[in-house]
């Protein structure tokens, strides 16, 4: 078996309740949500509506109705800037951000929004006084990632929610790191928007994403077409979720999602983190016993999830990860990760990292095997 510690990328192994799910939808339900009034189509209606309701009560969002599924959280953030942004308009994002958000503002930046990126410090953390600094009148957005998938550093988001409000700017979260792991609470915290990603630390299957949205925000549709509803109008239906979900909805994959929501909420969000830290207190403990590794971000894995980047003395990042997996049977991800920004932060643009990443699904024994593993080939270049 191998050790799976590239969880930022996609979580495996999946909760069990997960394929039991999709197999059972597959085989014995399969209508289509919203799309007809047999009981089949209704079956899904309500299964893809508890899916809903399930990540509205985890998120403490403002209404089942205005949490909209999409594929990934890619799609969720584009819907969120090309919807909400208008040129002329500025918005501010960090210094750690994924391409996820920064290939779609370099775009509208080309069609005219001001984009103001703000440095964080070479562990990838935040100086909320600096986001305040840089907010201007035509400010209407401020985004940022929960926590880093590169260092895993949180990211002080109730402290930017606070001076979003205060400045009357809309607020936005990106937690494809952090959905499942953080407890997330939009409305004690005024998150306007979050983007969210169903195939990581959720447990649900590729293809599931979603956006919750503020009860009194709204956005334009990223596309347009069948919803199941008001199908006498050719014009796009007003109302949520309906009028940011065109076309057949991944049911399938959130049969899997729904199964994978349930378990996690049995398990508990706050456990999922405090896991996750003693891991990363493990390993870290463990690495600063081997002088040649180079660890980035924080040091007090209370400031971090689950996520770990390093440096073998000068040994190429991917030599490391083809050894760690041909040697050790080790699974990680090396390079720049899709967020040169961050990369750039933390002085590895050049080079990149090899990136450890752990689940509630992965033991000590596994951190232990990483340790030995990262020991072996420091002492192979002594
Ligand atoms: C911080 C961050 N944002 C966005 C994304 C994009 O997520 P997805 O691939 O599910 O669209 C990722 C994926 O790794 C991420 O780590």
Avoid at 247 to 253: C, K, P, Q, Y
């Amino acid at each position: 078996m191998p050790v799976y510690l590239d969880n930022a990328a996609t979580s495996w192994p999946k909760p069990p309740g997960v394929i039991p799910a999709m197999q059972d939808y597959l085989e014995n339900c399969g209508g289509n949500p919203g799309r007809a009034g047999h009981g089949k189509a209704l079956a899904s209606a309500r299964m893809t509506y508890e899916a809903r309701d399930a990540l509205t009560t985890l998120f403490n969002a403002s209404s089942p109705d205005r949490v909209v599924f999409t594929k990934n959280a890619t799609e969720a953030i584009n819907l969120l800037l090309f919807g909400f942004l208008n040129p002329a308009e500025h918005v501010i994002v960090s210094s750690m951000e994924h391409n996820a958000v920064m290939r779609p503002l370099r775009e509208l930046e080309s069609r005219g929004v001001r984009l103001s990126v703000i440095p964080c410090d070479a562990c990838g953390r935040l100086d909320p006084g600096l986001v305040k600094r840089a907010i201007c009148p035509d400010t209407r957005l401020i985004l940022i990632l929960h926590a880093s998938n590169v260092t895993g550093a949180l990211l002080p988001i109730a402290e930017v929610a606070a001076i979003a409000r205060e400045a009357e700017v809309r607020f936005a979260v990106d937690a494809a790191q952090t959905a499942g792991v953080c407890p997330i609470d939009m409305q004690a915290i005024g998150i306007d928007f979050l983007a969210f990603t169903g195939h990581k630390s959720l447990g649900g299957p590729q293809g599931t994403g979603g956006l919750a949205i503020g009860a009194d925000v709204n956005l334009r549709p990223l596309i347009f077409g069948g919803t199941g509803s008001a199908s006498e109008s050719e014009i796009q239906p007003d109302f949520l979720p309906d009028k940011l979900e065109s076309g057949t909805l991944n049911a399938v994959g959130i049969a899997g999602l729904g199964a994978a929501l349930t378990d996690l909420m049995d398990f508990g969000v706050p456990n999922v983190l405090a896991h996750e830290q003693k891991l990363m207190g493990l390993f870290r403990d463990g690495l600063r016993e081997i002088p040649e590794v180079e660890v980035y971000g924080p040091v007090n894995p209370r400031e971090t999830v689950g996520v770990l980047s390093l440096n073998i003395g000068d040994l190429p990042c991917e030599e490391v990860g083809v050894d760690l997996e041909r040697d050790f049977g080790i699974l990680t991800r090396t390079g720049l990760h899709c967020a040169p920004a961050a990369h750039r932060t933390i002085g590895t643009f050049g080079r990149g990292t090899v990136r450890f990443s752990v689940s509630r699904f992965t033991t000590e024994a596994d951190i232990q095997a990483a340790l030995a593993a990262v020991s072996q080939l420091a002492r192979s270049r002594r």
